[in-house]
Protein backbone atom coordinates (compact mmCIF):
# COMPACT_ATOMS: atom_id res chain seq x y z
CA UNK A 1 0.00 0.00 0.00
CA UNK A 2 1.29 3.74 -0.56
CA UNK A 3 -0.31 7.01 0.21
CA UNK A 4 -4.33 6.73 -0.37
CA UNK A 5 -5.64 8.91 -3.22
CA UNK A 6 -8.77 10.14 -3.22
CA UNK A 7 -9.36 7.90 -6.83
CA UNK A 8 -8.71 5.06 -4.58
CA UNK A 9 -12.06 4.93 -3.13
CA UNK A 10 -13.09 6.26 0.47
CA UNK A 11 -12.18 5.68 3.89
CA UNK A 12 -14.58 3.86 6.45
CA UNK A 13 -14.19 5.06 10.07
CA UNK A 14 -16.11 3.00 12.68
CA UNK A 15 -16.59 4.88 16.24
CA UNK A 16 -16.18 8.22 14.09
CA UNK A 17 -17.93 10.08 16.43
CA UNK A 18 -15.39 9.25 19.36
CA UNK A 19 -12.86 11.05 20.81
CA UNK A 20 -9.94 9.36 18.68
CA UNK A 21 -12.31 8.25 15.97
CA UNK A 22 -13.55 11.93 15.23
CA UNK A 23 -9.95 12.81 14.79
CA UNK A 24 -9.10 10.26 12.51
CA UNK A 25 -12.21 11.81 9.90
CA UNK A 26 -10.39 15.15 10.70
CA UNK A 27 -6.95 13.33 9.67
CA UNK A 28 -8.24 11.33 7.01
CA UNK A 29 -9.83 14.89 5.46
CA UNK A 30 -6.48 16.85 5.83
CA UNK A 31 -5.18 14.07 3.36
CA UNK A 32 -8.22 14.76 0.88
CA UNK A 33 -9.64 11.83 1.54
CA UNK A 34 -13.21 10.91 1.57
CA UNK A 35 -14.55 9.48 4.43
CA UNK A 36 -17.59 7.07 5.18
CA UNK A 37 -18.34 8.17 8.92
CA UNK A 38 -20.07 5.20 10.65
CA UNK A 39 -22.23 6.37 13.89
CA UNK A 40 -24.89 5.10 15.60
CA UNK A 41 -27.51 8.09 15.24
CA UNK A 42 -27.12 10.58 12.15
CA UNK A 43 -30.11 12.70 13.95
CA UNK A 44 -28.03 12.93 17.60
CA UNK A 45 -26.46 16.57 16.78
CA UNK A 46 -24.32 16.23 19.92
CA UNK A 47 -22.46 13.29 18.53
CA UNK A 48 -22.45 14.12 14.84
CA UNK A 49 -22.46 17.97 14.07
CA UNK A 50 -18.49 18.47 14.21
CA UNK A 51 -18.18 15.98 11.60
CA UNK A 52 -20.18 17.21 9.34
CA UNK A 53 -18.94 20.51 10.03
CA UNK A 54 -15.41 19.04 9.09
CA UNK A 55 -16.67 17.84 6.12
CA UNK A 56 -18.43 21.35 5.34
CA UNK A 57 -14.52 22.68 6.12
CA UNK A 58 -12.77 20.06 4.24
CA UNK A 59 -10.74 21.31 0.59
CA UNK A 60 -12.46 18.67 -2.38
CA UNK A 61 -13.49 15.87 0.00
CA UNK A 62 -16.35 15.17 1.97
CA UNK A 63 -17.92 12.86 4.42
CA UNK A 64 -20.64 10.96 4.24
CA UNK A 65 -22.55 10.14 7.44
CA UNK A 66 -23.47 6.32 7.92
CA UNK A 67 -25.49 4.36 10.40
CA UNK A 68 -24.03 0.96 12.09
CA UNK A 69 -24.38 -0.76 15.34
CA UNK A 70 -21.61 -2.99 15.94
CA UNK A 71 -24.40 -5.45 17.09
CA UNK A 72 -26.35 -5.90 14.35
CA UNK A 73 -24.45 -8.36 11.44
CA UNK A 74 -24.51 -6.88 7.81
CA UNK A 75 -24.70 -2.86 9.79
CA UNK A 76 -21.58 -1.75 7.97
CA UNK A 77 -22.03 -3.49 4.29
CA UNK A 78 -23.19 -0.08 2.77
CA UNK A 79 -21.05 1.86 4.19
CA UNK A 80 -17.73 -0.23 3.43
CA UNK A 81 -19.31 -0.94 0.15
CA UNK A 82 -16.28 0.88 -2.40
CA UNK A 83 -13.53 1.90 0.43
CA UNK A 84 -9.80 1.09 -0.05
CA UNK A 85 -9.83 0.97 4.03
CA UNK A 86 -12.02 0.47 7.11
CA UNK A 87 -10.85 1.85 10.02
CA UNK A 88 -12.54 0.21 13.27
CA UNK A 89 -12.29 2.67 16.05
CA UNK A 90 -15.27 1.85 17.58
CA UNK A 91 -16.35 -0.21 20.67
CA UNK A 92 -19.22 -0.33 22.99
CA UNK A 93 -15.72 0.98 25.81
CA UNK A 94 -18.99 1.37 28.62
CA UNK A 95 -15.58 3.08 30.97
CA UNK A 96 -16.23 1.48 33.74
CA UNK A 97 -19.82 0.84 33.67
CA UNK A 98 -20.35 -2.58 31.94
CA UNK A 99 -20.35 -6.51 33.80
CA UNK A 100 -16.81 -8.16 32.46
CA UNK A 101 -19.28 -10.17 30.06
CA UNK A 102 -20.69 -7.24 28.18
CA UNK A 103 -17.15 -5.85 28.26
CA UNK A 104 -15.90 -8.72 26.04
CA UNK A 105 -19.12 -8.61 23.88
CA UNK A 106 -19.22 -5.09 22.93
CA UNK A 107 -14.83 -5.34 22.67
CA UNK A 108 -14.71 -8.69 21.00
CA UNK A 109 -17.98 -11.02 19.84
CA UNK A 110 -19.47 -7.85 17.95
CA UNK A 111 -16.34 -7.22 15.73
CA UNK A 112 -16.78 -10.65 13.64
CA UNK A 113 -19.70 -8.41 11.97
CA UNK A 114 -17.21 -5.61 11.14
CA UNK A 115 -14.66 -8.22 9.83
CA UNK A 116 -17.79 -10.02 7.72
CA UNK A 117 -18.69 -6.56 5.85
CA UNK A 118 -15.11 -5.81 5.14
CA UNK A 119 -14.85 -9.59 3.50
CA UNK A 120 -18.12 -8.44 1.57
CA UNK A 121 -16.81 -5.34 0.51
CA UNK A 122 -14.28 -6.82 -2.13
CA UNK A 123 -12.56 -3.72 -2.23
CA UNK A 124 -11.00 -3.25 1.06
CA UNK A 125 -7.54 -3.52 1.20
CA UNK A 126 -6.61 -2.56 4.85
CA UNK A 127 -8.74 -3.15 8.26
CA UNK A 128 -7.04 -1.03 11.09
CA UNK A 129 -8.31 -1.71 14.15
CA UNK A 130 -7.72 0.42 17.19
CA UNK A 131 -6.76 -2.11 19.79
CA UNK A 132 -5.63 -1.27 22.86
CA UNK A 133 -2.34 -1.34 24.75
CA UNK A 134 -4.02 -3.27 27.55
CA UNK A 135 -3.37 -6.61 24.84
CA UNK A 136 0.05 -5.98 25.14
CA UNK A 137 0.84 -5.43 29.13
CA UNK A 138 0.92 -8.01 31.45
CA UNK A 139 2.87 -8.50 34.62
CA UNK A 140 6.60 -7.10 34.31
CA UNK A 141 8.58 -6.04 37.42
CA UNK A 142 9.01 -2.31 37.58
CA UNK A 143 10.91 -0.33 34.52
CA UNK A 144 10.10 -2.81 32.00
CA UNK A 145 9.47 -1.38 29.02
CA UNK A 146 7.11 -2.98 26.66
CA UNK A 147 6.93 -3.52 22.88
CA UNK A 148 4.79 -4.44 20.04
CA UNK A 149 6.47 -8.44 20.75
CA UNK A 150 4.11 -7.99 24.61
CA UNK A 151 0.56 -10.13 24.11
CA UNK A 152 -1.40 -9.88 27.47
CA UNK A 153 -1.40 -13.07 28.70
CA UNK A 154 2.17 -13.51 28.28
CA UNK A 155 3.99 -14.74 31.50
CA UNK A 156 0.87 -15.72 33.00
CA UNK A 157 2.78 -18.71 35.07
CA UNK A 158 4.69 -16.32 37.13
CA UNK A 159 1.36 -14.37 37.78
CA UNK A 160 -1.33 -17.41 38.08
CA UNK A 161 -4.89 -16.19 37.27
CA UNK A 162 -4.28 -13.25 35.23
CA UNK A 163 -4.91 -12.56 32.08
CA UNK A 164 -6.66 -16.46 31.00
CA UNK A 165 -9.78 -16.62 28.93
CA UNK A 166 -11.52 -18.29 32.07
CA UNK A 167 -10.70 -14.83 33.88
CA UNK A 168 -12.47 -13.01 31.80
CA UNK A 169 -16.28 -12.95 33.06
CA UNK A 170 -14.63 -12.26 36.32
CA UNK A 171 -12.83 -8.88 36.04
CA UNK A 172 -13.31 -5.97 34.05
CA UNK A 173 -9.68 -5.03 33.17
CA UNK A 174 -8.62 -8.61 31.79
CA UNK A 175 -12.06 -8.71 29.95
CA UNK A 176 -11.10 -5.69 28.26
CA UNK A 177 -7.45 -6.78 27.06
CA UNK A 178 -8.44 -10.34 26.22
CA UNK A 179 -11.00 -9.01 23.94
CA UNK A 180 -8.76 -6.64 22.62
CA UNK A 181 -5.67 -9.49 21.83
CA UNK A 182 -8.53 -12.28 21.01
CA UNK A 183 -9.76 -9.29 18.09
CA UNK A 184 -6.55 -9.19 17.00
CA UNK A 185 -5.59 -12.56 16.77
CA UNK A 186 -8.95 -13.42 15.37
CA UNK A 187 -8.67 -10.53 12.35
CA UNK A 188 -4.77 -11.20 11.40
CA UNK A 189 -5.91 -14.97 10.89
CA UNK A 190 -9.10 -14.54 8.83
CA UNK A 191 -7.20 -11.74 6.79
CA UNK A 192 -4.50 -14.06 5.89
CA UNK A 193 -7.33 -16.89 5.26
CA UNK A 194 -9.09 -14.11 2.92
CA UNK A 195 -5.92 -12.97 1.00
CA UNK A 196 -8.09 -10.23 -0.06
CA UNK A 197 -7.15 -7.55 2.84
CA UNK A 198 -4.49 -6.80 5.62
CA UNK A 199 -5.07 -6.77 9.31
CA UNK A 200 -2.89 -4.01 10.96
CA UNK A 201 -3.76 -3.02 14.92
CA UNK A 202 -2.82 0.40 16.96
CA UNK A 203 -2.36 0.01 20.88
CA UNK A 204 -2.27 3.11 22.27
CA UNK A 205 -2.02 3.77 25.89
CA UNK A 206 -3.19 6.87 28.27
CA UNK A 207 -4.74 9.30 25.26
CA UNK A 208 -5.29 12.65 26.00
CA UNK A 209 -5.18 15.80 23.89
CA UNK A 210 -7.83 18.26 22.70
CA UNK A 211 -11.63 17.43 22.68
CA UNK A 212 -13.75 18.44 20.12
CA UNK A 213 -17.46 18.38 21.27
CA UNK A 214 -18.54 18.57 25.05
CA UNK A 215 -19.38 14.43 24.29
CA UNK A 216 -15.64 13.61 24.29
CA UNK A 217 -15.31 14.43 27.91
CA UNK A 218 -16.18 10.28 28.03
CA UNK A 219 -16.66 9.55 32.03
CA UNK A 220 -13.66 7.54 33.04
CA UNK A 221 -11.28 8.81 30.21
CA UNK A 222 -8.10 9.94 30.53
CA UNK A 223 -8.59 13.48 29.41
CA UNK A 224 -11.78 13.26 32.08
CA UNK A 225 -9.07 12.34 34.67
CA UNK A 226 -6.84 15.53 33.12
CA UNK A 227 -10.13 17.73 33.34
CA UNK A 228 -10.66 16.54 37.62
CA UNK A 229 -6.82 17.55 37.83
CA UNK A 230 -7.89 20.84 36.15
CA UNK A 231 -10.46 21.59 38.10
CA UNK A 232 -8.59 20.89 41.52
CA UNK A 233 -9.42 17.15 42.11
CA UNK A 234 -6.65 14.96 43.38
CA UNK A 235 -6.83 12.08 40.85
CA UNK A 236 -8.99 9.27 40.96
CA UNK A 237 -11.69 11.56 43.13
CA UNK A 238 -15.00 11.99 41.22
CA UNK A 239 -18.16 13.79 43.50
CA UNK A 240 -15.98 13.06 46.61
CA UNK A 241 -15.61 9.39 46.05
CA UNK A 242 -12.47 7.34 45.09
CA UNK A 243 -13.76 5.70 41.62
CA UNK A 244 -10.23 4.49 40.38
CA UNK A 245 -6.82 4.40 42.43
CA UNK A 246 -5.14 7.77 43.90
CA UNK A 247 -1.92 7.26 42.16
CA UNK A 248 -0.13 5.92 38.91
CA UNK A 249 2.29 6.78 36.06
CA UNK A 250 1.06 8.81 33.03
CA UNK A 251 2.11 7.27 29.83
CA UNK A 252 0.58 9.62 27.61
CA UNK A 253 0.17 9.70 23.44
CA UNK A 254 -1.98 12.83 21.69
CA UNK A 255 -5.07 11.90 20.49
CA UNK A 256 -4.25 13.56 17.37
CA UNK A 257 -0.50 10.99 16.93
CA UNK A 258 -3.32 7.98 17.43
CA UNK A 259 -5.43 9.41 14.72
CA UNK A 260 -2.58 9.87 12.20
CA UNK A 261 -1.18 6.35 12.74
CA UNK A 262 -4.18 4.65 11.84
CA UNK A 263 -3.85 6.39 8.63
CA UNK A 264 0.11 6.01 7.97
CA UNK A 265 -0.82 2.15 8.68
CA UNK A 266 -3.64 2.21 6.11
CA UNK A 267 -0.83 3.68 3.86
CA UNK A 268 2.72 1.98 4.97
CA UNK A 269 4.36 0.01 2.39
CA UNK A 270 6.33 -1.54 5.63
CA UNK A 271 3.51 -2.71 7.47
CA UNK A 272 1.48 -5.75 7.09
CA UNK A 273 -1.02 -8.11 8.01
CA UNK A 274 -0.25 -8.52 12.14
CA UNK A 275 1.71 -5.94 12.35
CA UNK A 276 0.87 -3.81 15.59
CA UNK A 277 1.96 -0.23 16.94
CA UNK A 278 2.36 0.61 20.22
CA UNK A 279 0.66 4.22 20.65
CA UNK A 280 2.51 5.60 23.66
CA UNK A 281 4.86 8.29 24.94
CA UNK A 282 7.44 9.39 22.40
CA UNK A 283 9.69 9.75 24.96
CA UNK A 284 10.50 9.74 28.70
CA UNK A 285 9.03 13.13 29.38
CA UNK A 286 5.62 11.52 28.38
CA UNK A 287 5.95 9.73 31.39
CA UNK A 288 4.63 11.23 33.92
CA UNK A 289 3.66 9.82 37.79
CA UNK A 290 0.55 11.72 39.09
CA UNK A 291 2.62 14.31 40.92
CA UNK A 292 4.80 14.91 38.18
CA UNK A 293 2.12 15.36 36.10
CA UNK A 294 0.67 18.08 38.05
CA UNK A 295 3.85 20.12 38.44
CA UNK A 296 3.54 20.28 34.60
CA UNK A 297 0.32 21.19 34.51
CA UNK A 298 1.20 24.07 36.78
CA UNK A 299 4.12 25.21 35.05
CA UNK A 300 1.38 25.44 31.85
CA UNK A 301 -1.41 26.56 33.62
CA UNK A 302 -0.51 29.50 35.86
CA UNK A 303 -3.88 31.09 36.06
CA UNK A 304 -5.38 28.53 37.56
CA UNK A 305 -5.30 28.23 40.98
CA UNK A 306 -5.63 25.29 41.96
CA UNK A 307 -4.31 21.49 40.31
CA UNK A 308 -4.79 18.44 41.88
CA UNK A 309 -2.58 15.47 41.90
CA UNK A 310 -2.01 12.83 44.83
CA UNK A 311 -0.93 13.19 48.75
CA UNK A 312 2.12 15.03 48.98
CA UNK A 313 3.85 16.02 52.08
CA UNK A 314 6.99 18.37 51.93
CA UNK A 315 6.72 17.97 47.88
CA UNK A 316 7.51 14.59 47.96
CA UNK A 317 4.88 12.19 46.83
CA UNK A 318 3.23 10.72 50.62
CA UNK A 319 2.75 6.75 48.94
CA UNK A 320 5.70 5.09 46.21
CA UNK A 321 3.66 4.60 42.83
CA UNK A 322 4.74 0.88 41.16
CA UNK A 323 7.12 2.10 38.13
CA UNK A 324 5.43 0.74 35.19
CA UNK A 325 3.78 0.87 32.54
CA UNK A 326 6.81 1.74 30.74
CA UNK A 327 6.81 2.25 26.66
CA UNK A 328 7.43 4.48 23.25
CA UNK A 329 6.21 4.66 20.07
CA UNK A 330 9.53 3.76 18.21
CA UNK A 331 8.24 1.65 16.05
CA UNK A 332 5.21 3.92 14.61
CA UNK A 333 7.61 6.51 13.83
CA UNK A 334 10.43 4.44 12.59
CA UNK A 335 8.44 2.66 10.34
CA UNK A 336 5.30 4.30 9.79
CA UNK A 337 6.50 8.04 9.62
CA UNK A 338 4.71 9.07 12.92
CA UNK A 339 5.98 12.32 14.22
CA UNK A 340 4.70 13.19 17.47
CA UNK A 341 3.76 16.14 19.30
CA UNK A 342 5.81 17.26 22.99
CA UNK A 343 4.32 16.82 26.22
CA UNK A 344 3.67 19.84 26.71
CA UNK A 345 1.40 21.10 23.38
CA UNK A 346 -0.55 18.03 24.27
CA UNK A 347 -0.94 18.98 27.84
CA UNK A 348 -2.10 22.28 26.58
CA UNK A 349 -3.89 21.89 23.97
CA UNK A 350 -5.90 19.42 25.79
CA UNK A 351 -6.37 21.81 28.86
CA UNK A 352 -7.88 24.75 26.39
CA UNK A 353 -10.29 22.36 24.24
CA UNK A 354 -12.01 22.55 28.24
CA UNK A 355 -11.89 26.09 28.33
CA UNK A 356 -13.30 26.19 24.49
CA UNK A 357 -15.62 24.09 25.22
CA UNK A 358 -16.58 25.62 28.56
CA UNK A 359 -16.03 22.82 30.81
CA UNK A 360 -13.14 25.26 32.96
N1 LIG B 1 -9.14 6.59 24.81
C1 LIG B 1 -8.11 5.80 25.15
O1 LIG B 1 -7.28 6.15 26.03
C2 LIG B 1 -7.94 4.48 24.48
C3 LIG B 1 -6.79 3.73 24.75
C4 LIG B 1 -6.65 2.51 24.12
C5 LIG B 1 -7.59 2.04 23.24
N2 LIG B 1 -8.72 2.78 23.01
C6 LIG B 1 -9.71 2.25 22.06
O2 LIG B 1 -10.00 3.26 21.10
C7 LIG B 1 -11.32 3.08 20.60
C8 LIG B 1 -12.04 4.42 20.62
O3 LIG B 1 -12.05 4.89 21.96
P1 LIG B 1 -12.45 6.39 22.32
O4 LIG B 1 -11.57 6.81 23.44
O5 LIG B 1 -12.51 7.21 21.09
O6 LIG B 1 -13.89 6.15 22.92
P2 LIG B 1 -15.27 6.93 22.66
O7 LIG B 1 -15.03 8.38 22.56
O8 LIG B 1 -16.22 6.45 23.67
O9 LIG B 1 -15.72 6.39 21.24
C9 LIG B 1 -16.31 5.13 21.07
C10 LIG B 1 -17.04 5.13 19.76
O10 LIG B 1 -17.63 3.83 19.55
C11 LIG B 1 -18.98 4.01 19.19
N3 LIG B 1 -19.81 2.90 19.66
C12 LIG B 1 -20.08 2.53 20.93
N4 LIG B 1 -20.92 1.49 20.95
C13 LIG B 1 -21.21 1.20 19.66
C14 LIG B 1 -22.02 0.26 19.02
N5 LIG B 1 -22.74 -0.65 19.71
N6 LIG B 1 -22.08 0.25 17.68
C15 LIG B 1 -21.38 1.16 16.95
N7 LIG B 1 -20.60 2.09 17.50
C16 LIG B 1 -20.50 2.10 18.83
C17 LIG B 1 -19.40 5.31 19.85
O11 LIG B 1 -20.52 5.79 19.16
P3 LIG B 1 -21.65 6.70 19.83
O12 LIG B 1 -21.17 8.10 19.63
O13 LIG B 1 -22.88 6.38 19.11
O14 LIG B 1 -21.70 6.36 21.29
C18 LIG B 1 -18.16 6.15 19.66
O15 LIG B 1 -18.12 6.73 18.39
C19 LIG B 1 -11.95 1.99 21.44
O16 LIG B 1 -11.85 0.78 20.75
C20 LIG B 1 -11.05 1.93 22.68
O17 LIG B 1 -11.06 0.64 23.24
C21 LIG B 1 -8.90 4.00 23.60
Given amino acids: MSKINKQDGPVAVTGASGYIGSRIVEDLLGQGNDVHACVRDASNVKKVDHLVKLGKDAHNCDVQLYEGDLFEKGSYDDAFSGCISVIHAGATVGFNRETPQEVYDGCFTENEHVVESVKKSGSVKRLVFTSSFAAVAHPRPEGYIFTEEDWCGDNVEAYKGAWTEENISKNRDIAYAMAKANTEKMIYKIAEDDGNFEAISINPLHVIGPLMTENHNQFFSWQFFIWQLLKGNNFGLWDGKQVRGDRMLWNMVDVRDVAKAHRL ?59 SPRSYCIKATDELGLSTYSIEDTLKDTGNSYIKIGLL
Avoid at 274 to 286: F, Q
Avoid at 311 to 321: I, W
Wanted: aromatic share 10%; net charge negative; glycine share 8%.
Fill in 265 to 323: AAESNIAKNGSRYILSATDRSGEKFTWQLQAKLMELFPDIENIGGEMMDNGRPMKYTYD
